[in-house]
């Protein structure tokens, strides 16, 4: 028997366990001789019962256990094709009853009958090999308590209801089954995502040990016997010291394969999980499984330390038990998702109806950070797009989380990605266990690494295993599977894990992820036609700005030109009349340029850019001659440093410099003397230019107004000009990919900077 437990009785700080089951620190050659071990067809049965098999047309006895005779009492001869009714006798229905469920569509049978004047219960169920039926006699000690457990059965149901909790479920059906049993020990055993399962709750007379709240590595219950579990939800073991009876003949006559038992009561089990009881310090054993919706979620498991046996109908009752306690599990999970689902779908709707109101659902997630971590119970947020990382909560560093979206991008996630385990899948992630060692991410672009990520912390966690989990099997000197010796309470701290997303929290991001989508399609196709409007309203305006410009200049050169004809007709015109013809010329003059500098500022958007190597100072050379020549003019002192040489539009470009070459000259025209600097300064991807002057300045609170079309900041009286240079000289800036600033005071001049690409950027640029 195995010797009682300390919780402090042996740890280790073992390395983090990841994200993968523990059951896979075993050796593979372990993990493949578990896989293999042929525990449906064990070839034998347990003593406390018989089996036969029949043909299911004529039910002729073709396959028995050993022991068949002995437990009915009766002389059988296998060989010599006998009936049901020739292995049971005449005085009995039944033969007939197994024909009635043999024709009917019922997978199994139950019932008892008297054979020879003693009782046995007797079951059945189909299998593609024939009928198989099980015999076990009745036992007299139980006919006292089968009365009683009946009323055990009703209270529990009664009772159920009010355990609001599965741990006060589990509690109570623990107590229900041990006192329906009999059993020293029962244990409610609750697997996790990776098998490995822990006690939930126990009861006990303290004849056997406690083992509540410890866990159990996935390798004690293999893949295969698991599945069995989920299939046959009975498994008692009287004794665990019992000889197989053996199945004769040895191979189903039907087939000539071994005999399916998986749905047998009786069925042996692996001698290695006889031994792992002995190990335990246990010699009997019920297993009864908790299956919902068809998964395995548990079990019912009962220790007890002398050979114990319980009779069908107990066992059924526990089966009842299994049945209802799955129900009423599933119902609380489910009810219990349902109302988080809900409360997230609350949270959902808000964040939706917020960032629907936002300029763009990156800034409004930031702005809800609070429900933006509450839509899947996180720590920390970000999301990623076009390279831009924008975080709330505990988020890992924005380098780790462009790595983290690139190798997210590289894994092809179509819906979601989801780990408690990130370090276990993404050796980076160790890094970040602290901020991320739970993640989920949704793709919000087809094309580029753009994700919502939520992230949680690493929850450093003391397990106590039932034994180290490392030494779970073993072989012996013959190669043979041995089971692990010890089960004395073992520690390991678990690091690198967080808190396992729920179901619902999962859900509410891939609804969420739905809901972005849908909020980026709606402002593209927002954005398609304001740009398709926007783009017809520009052609219609350019068309109106070319055809108002060009019926326009003829009028004006007609007015320029009448008057001064009439100035030249009448030279007797008294002063102020010529003044007054004078004003007419000009206005009219000064209406033609306007037109010219809207004709040419319309058509600036249509053309496109010949794009060329400048040589800046030669155009600096020719734009100082053109000023130098104009007489009206102040002699201006000049400060020209070196220019580099720049990418672009050769005659936008001398456009765009002579405009502020130009402005710089006009605008200090009454400095004594007027004095402009002009320099180049090459940089790493661009040239920055500027043009600096010693005139009447601006103030900086108008800066904004400087680069509009018609938009002034000195008097019209002051300084000629029609208030679209800036403007020109902004567009070509912007249609090279380049900047342009202005900085002054008043009185104190000003200084007009603008850069331009030093080599080829891939094509033409459109209006930005």
Partial sequence: MATSHSPDDHSEDAAPLGGGSLHQTLPQDLLDQCAREPIRIPGGIQPHGALALLRD???????ASANLGTVLGRTIAPYDNPTLADVVGNDTTLESDVRRWAAGGDATFLEQYQIDGRIFHITGHRTPQGLILEFEEFDESERGRSASFY??????LDTSDGLKTIADLSAGVAAEVQALTGFNRVMIYRFDEDWNGTVIAEKGDG???????????????PAQARDLYRLNRLRLIPTATYTPVPLVPTLCPVDGAPLDLSFAALRSVSPVHLEYMRNMGTTASLSISIVIDGQLWGLISCHHAQPRYVGPQIRAAC???????AQQVAARERAAEVDERLRLKGIETELVAHLARAAGFQTG???????????????????VTDGIVLAAGRAPPIDSILALSEWVRARNVEQIYATDSLSAEWPPGKDITTMASGVIAIPISRLHASFIFWFRPEVVETVRWGGDPRAAKATDALGRLQPRQSFESWKQVVRARAQPWRSA??????????????FVLQRAEERAQLTEELQRSNKELEAFSYSISHDLRAPFRHIAGYAELLGEEEPELKALSRHYLQGIIAAALSAGELVDDLLHFSQLGRTSLKMTRIDMAKVMIEIRRSLDVDQRRQAVEWDIGPLPAAWGDATLVRQALFN???NAAKYSRGASPPRIKVRGQDRATDVLYSVEDNGVGFDMNYAGKLFQVFQRLHRQEDFEGT??????TKRIIDRHGGTLEAKGAVGQGATFSFTLPKRPTGGNRGLT
């Fill in 365 to 383: 997630l930031v702005d809800c950070a609070s429900q933006w971590l509450a839509l899947t119970n996180s720590a920390g947020a970000a999301v």
């Fill in 207 to 221: 004849t056997l040990p406690s083992y509540l709240d410890l866990r159990f590595p996935a390798s004690d219950i």
């Fill in 505 to 518: 929290e999962l859900l509410s991001a891939v609804d969420f992820r739905g809901a972005i989508i849908n």
């Fill in 319 to 325: 089966d009842f038990l299994g049945r209802v306690v």
């Fill in 151 to 156: 009323q055990l059965l009703r209270d529990f």
């Fill in 57 to 63: 047309q004529d039910l002729v006895l073709i396959q």
């Fill in 723 to 728: 208030g679209i240079g800036l403007a020109l």
């Fill in 660 to 662: 502020l070459v130009e």
